[in-house]
C-alpha cells in the first residue's frame, strides 16, 4: 500500500517570458509583507503613528538580507570556495541560503538607523515587530521546500517530504524540517502575542522572548537535518549558536525585567512639524464668538445698543426732556426720543 509523502514541486522556478519567478523569493517577499502588516498594528495599538514599522522596514529588510547572506556564505565557505567551486554562486541569493541569525543581526542594525532617523526607541520597535519576524520566517521557510534542501533524515513517515534526484542529494523521503520550523515559528509568534497581551512585556522584551523561543525550536529541528555543516564537539555550528543566543536572550529578559520594569508610555513622540501644524491651524481659526444669552439669543446686539450701561439710560432720557422742551407747541417729537424712551425701561435687560 503506497503512503502519500508531501511531494516536492519540480521547479521552483516559473518564467514569466524572460522574467523568471522564483518560489523561494515569493516566500521571503509574501513574510516580509506579513511582518510588517501585524508589526504596523501592534505598533499603532501601542500609541505609535501609521506607517512608521513600514519606513523603519525600509532600512531593515535590505541590511538583513545582507546579513543573512553573509552568514551563510561565511558559515558555509566550502560551498562556495572550495575546490572546483565557483565564488560567483555566492551572489545567487535565489538559490537559497539565508542565515536567520545573520539576518536578524544586520537587520537590527538598519532598524537602528531607521529609528534613530525618527526619534523612537529601537526596544519599543522590535517589540512591536516580533511576532511578525516570527511569521515571516514561518513564511520564508517554504522557500526551502520549493528548492528541496534544508530536510531531515530518511524517514517513511506519512508526512515525509519526497526528495527527487539532484545535485548534492539522494531521492528519497526526509523529514520535513523546513515545515517543522514552519509550524513552530507560528507556535512562537502565537506565543510572544499571549504573552505580551498577559504580562505587557516592553523595552525588548517581548523580541527577547521570541528570540529564546525560537532558539529552543531551532536547537532541535537543527539537530535532525543532514545537510553538511560545520561540526564543534560532535554538534553542529548552528546549534552552538541557537545555545548561545537562547542564553543571551534569557539574561536580557531577567535583567531588563528587574531594571526597566513595565511598558513604554510613549514610543513615539510627536514630531516639531506636527506641533508647528496645530499651532498654525490654531492661528488660523476665528476669533471666539462672545456667548449669546441662553434665553433670546441676544448679547451681541444688546451690548450694540448700549443695554446693560447703567449711565446710558439717565442720559437717553435727558436728551428726550430736552428735544421735547425745545420743539414747538404740538409738534410730535423727534423720533430719536421716542426711540430713547422707548429703549429706556428695557435697557440692562438680558
Known amino acids: 500500500m503506497d503512503i502519500a509523502y508531501i511531494p516536492s514541486p519540480s521547479t521552483g522556478v516559473i518564467h514569466l517570458g524572460p522574467i523568471p519567478l522564483r518560489g523561494y523569493a515569493f516566500c521571503i517577499i509574501i513574510g516580509v509583507f506579513v511582518a510588517v502588516w501585524l508589526g504596523n498594528k501592534r505598533w499603532i495599538a501601542r500609541g505609535g503613528k501609521p506607517g512608521t514599522v513600514a519606513d523603519i522596514a525600509v532600512w531593515a529588510v535590505p541590511f538583513g538580507l545582507v546579513g543573512g547572506r553573509l552568514y551563510h556564505v561565511i558559515t ?55 511576532p511578525g519576524i516570527a511569521l515571516a520566517q514561518a513564511c520564508g521557510r517554504w522557500g526551502n521546500w520549493f528548492n528541496q534542501e534544508l530536510y531531515g533524515r530518511a524517514t517513511d513517515l506519512p508526512w515525509a517530504v519526497e526528495i527527487s534526484e539532484g545535485p548534492n542529494r539522494v531521492a528519497g523521503t526526509y523529514h520535513p524540517t523546513f515545515l ?29 522572548l521570541y528570540v529564546a523561543a525560537y532558539c529552543v525550536g531551532r536547537g532541535w529541528i537543527e539537530y535532525m537535518r543532514v545537510d553538511e555543516a ?14 548561545v543566543v537562547f542564553v543571551l536572550a534569557v539574561v536580557y529578559l531577567v ?37 449669546e444669552d441662553s434665553v433670546t439669543g441676544e448679547g451681541k446686539a444688546a451690548d450694540a445698543s448700549g443695554a446693560g450701561d447703567p449711565a446710558e439710560p439717565e442720559a437717553a432720557e435727558a ?15 423727534p423720533a430719536d426720543a421716542e426711540r430713547a424712551e422707548g429703549e429706556a425701561p428695557g435697557a440692562g435687560k438680558r
Open 180 to 208: 517543522y520550523e514552519s509550524l513552530w515559528c507560528v507556535g512562537v509568534a502565537l506565543l510572544v502575542i499571549w504573552a505580551d497581551r498577559r504580562f505587557r512585556l516592553g523595552h525588548g522584551r517581548a523580541f527577547a
Open 76 to 130: 558555509d565557505y566550502q560551498l562556495y570556495f572550495g575546490e572546483g567551486r565557483n565564488w560567483v554562486d555566492a551572489f545567487k541569493i535565489w538559490e537559497g541560503g539565508l542565515g536567520i541569525w545573520g539576518a536578524i543581526a544586520l537587520g537590527a542594525v538598519g532598524a537602528w538607523i531607521g529609528c534613530r532617523l525618527r526619534g523612537i526607541p529601537l526596544p519599543a520597535w522590535a517589540d512591536a515587530l516580533a
Open 255 to 291: 535583567l531588563s525585567a528587574k531594571l526597566r520594569p513595565g511598558r513604554e508610555e510613549v514610543v513615539e513622540p510627536d514630531t516639531g512639524s506636527d506641533a508647528s501644524a496645530a499651532e498654525g491651524k490654531g492661528t488660523d481659526a476665528p476669533a471666539a464668538a462672545e456667548p
Open 230 to 243: 560545520h561540526h564543534i564537539l560532535g554538534l553542529r555550528l548552528n546549534v552552538w549558536t541557537s545555545i
Open 319 to 333: 436728551k428726550a426732556t430736552v428735544l421735547t422742551k425745545d420743539a414747538p407747541a404740538g409738534a410730535a417729537p
